[in-house]
């Protein structure tokens, strides 16, 4: 943990996505104070119509993309609001997502919710003036 899935309609090449895997490692890492070996990035690629959002009343459903971020519990929300729009800015420039298809969900974890034999075991938790 942190787990960043991104879900998209689309097909990318391997190099953007490495490249966007990259990139939203390192905005998260420094962002939010965490070992970046601890971040596992999943883009998933549903294929054309595979995920959907009504963006407008009364409108037919639109192909949308998702990034949910798995972290640990307790980060103010202005910091989580930071992230997400930094995230979201790095799907934007390297796969060319719509901003205005694009949201962010949150799922919040107790680091013993989160195990890695790499790295010793439980993650930390999250400690209030941490970042």
């Not at 890695?116 to 941490?130: A, F, K, M, R």
Request: contains cysteine; aromatic residues 6%.
């Amino acid at each position: 943990m942190p787990y960043l899935q991104l879900d998209v309609n689309g097909h990318y090449a391997v190099a953007d996505k490495q490249r966007l895997a990259a990139r939203l490692c390192a905005t998260y890492a420094g962002m939010m104070s965490v070992d970046i070996r601890r971040i596992s990035v999943a883009i998933r690629e549903l294929g054309e119509g595979g995920i959907w959002r009504i963006t407008a009343a009364e409108s037919a459903p639109e192909p949308v993309s998702v990034l949910m971020l798995d972290i640990r519990k307790g980060r103010p929300a202005d910091l989580r609001m930071d992230v997400a729009k930094a995230l979201c800015a790095h799907c934007i420039e390297i796969l060319g997502l719509r901003e205005d298809r694009l949201n962010v969900e949150f799922t919040q974890h107790d680091g013993d919710e989160m195990y890695h034999p790499q790295l010793g075991g439980y993650s930390p938790d999250w400690q209030p003036g941490q970042r």
